[in-house]
Structure formats: C-alpha cells, structure tokens
C-alpha cells in the first residue's frame, strides 16, 4: 500500500460497520498498540489511529499515534478533546448521529460539525490540527449519502481540510448492487467527485486504483 502512493495508514480495532459488537478499551487496546509498534519498528510512515475513546487514544499516543480519527467527532467521550488537545497531534473529526433525524440536511450536518469545532476549541486544540470528515455512512440514509458527497464543497466554509471516507461503502453497493469486493470503480468515482469539490484526503482500501484517479484530476484541475 505504501509502494502504491499511501501517505497516513489508519489503524482501528473496532469495526464500525452497522451491528458489529463493541469492545472494552482493554480489548481494543490489545488490538492496536501492537500493530502501531509493528508498523513504526518497519515503516517510516504517519498511522492514523481510528477510536472514539480516550482510553484507547491514550494508550495508541503512547505507543506512536500521530492522529487521532474521532468517528464521533469528540461527542462521544468527554475526555476525548482534553487527550488530543494535551497530546498536540492532529486530529480528524467526523460528523455522525445516532439516528438519521434531519430537518434540513446540509445545514444540520454543518451545525453538527460547528459544535464538534467549538468542543476542540474549547478543549485547546489548535486550529491547524484539525479534519473534517462528513461522515458518509455514517447517520444518514442513502439519499444523505449521495447529497453529501454532491455537496462537499459547502463544508469548505469551515476552512479546515476535509478528508473523504467512501471506499466500498454501502452506498456505492446499493447503487450499483455490489458486493463489498466489487466496489472500487464506484470508490475511485467517489474520489475525483470528492478532489474536484477541494477534500484534501480520501481514505480507501484500494490505493493504487485510486491513487492513479487523484493525479489524473488533479493534473486536469491543475493542482
């Protein structure tokens, strides 16, 4: 994955797929410390540390974490922002909801990201240390899916980078009725839709695939 042009490599112990049983931080301590110390001992390159609980950030800090990946975007764990903030590594801050209850889509996800914001603000951590992540799939239906992904470039307004996380979603397996192994064309669609609307990340499993469609775009867009 390196060799096929990965920058950051995102570790997590927890599946956040729908369904999936939570772990203690114990447990999910035990699944990541380890392979944060075995991909720092072999490879000379940034992990990204997938967990919403301050426990396991904490412990993944300690063994050689440089972001913290937040799926809650700090709303989940209170201590969460004071562990970042105090550890000075950057940070990316999803949106979601435990439901997809919305009144005006759009606005109500900016509104949400406005207060994961103020809670890092609030909590010290600089403005030059955080991601935005819109959270696709995350608390939204299909059509949210779709509509936020057309509409990334509204997030812009907050001035921080957004990081675009669609790979093999279940939104790109119900509109082209895939499987999750044969989703990578509407993935790499995903990541031109997303360089064109300004994200500055994308998180995928197939790198080259999509590593090759982001030089393409960003060649035509003159980047």
């Known amino acids: ?34 392979m944060i110390e075995a991909v720092k001992a072999n490879f000379d390159i940034p992990i990204s540390l997938d967990t919403y609980k301050s426990g396991v950030a904490e412990a993944g800090i300690r063994a050689g974490a440089d972001l913290i990946n937040d799926i809650w975007g700090l709303k989940y764990d209170n201590r969460m ?91 790109i397996g119900l509109t082209l009725d895939l499987p999750a192994d044969q989703r990578m064309e509407g993935t790499v669609a995903t990541t031109v839709i997303g360089v064109m609307k300004g994200v500055s990340f994308v998180r995928v499993h197939d790198v080259k695939e999509n590593y090759r469609a982001l030089k393409m775009t960003e060649a035509i867009l003159g980047r």
């Open 1 to 34: 994955m390196i060799a096929e042009g990965m920058d950051i490599v995102d570790i997590g112990g927890e599946s956040t797929r729908p369904g999936y049983t939570l772990l203690s931080d114990e447990e999910e301590i035990a699944r990541v410390v380890p």
């Open 81 to 171: 922002a004071e562990v970042i903030a105090k550890s000075g590594l950057p940070c990316c801050l999803m949106h979601n909801r435990k439901e997809a209850d919305y009144r005006d889509f759009m606005q109500d996800v900016a509104a949400d990201l406005a207060d994961t914001i103020h809670l890092a603000e609030a909590a010290g951590i600089a403005d030059e240390k955080i991601i935005l992540d819109p959270g696709v799939g995350f608390g939204k239906t299909y059509e949210n899916n779709l509509e936020i992904i057309n509409c990334l470039e509204e997030l812009n307004m907050f001035g921080y980078p957004l990081l675009l996380g669609c790979s093999r979603k279940s939104v």
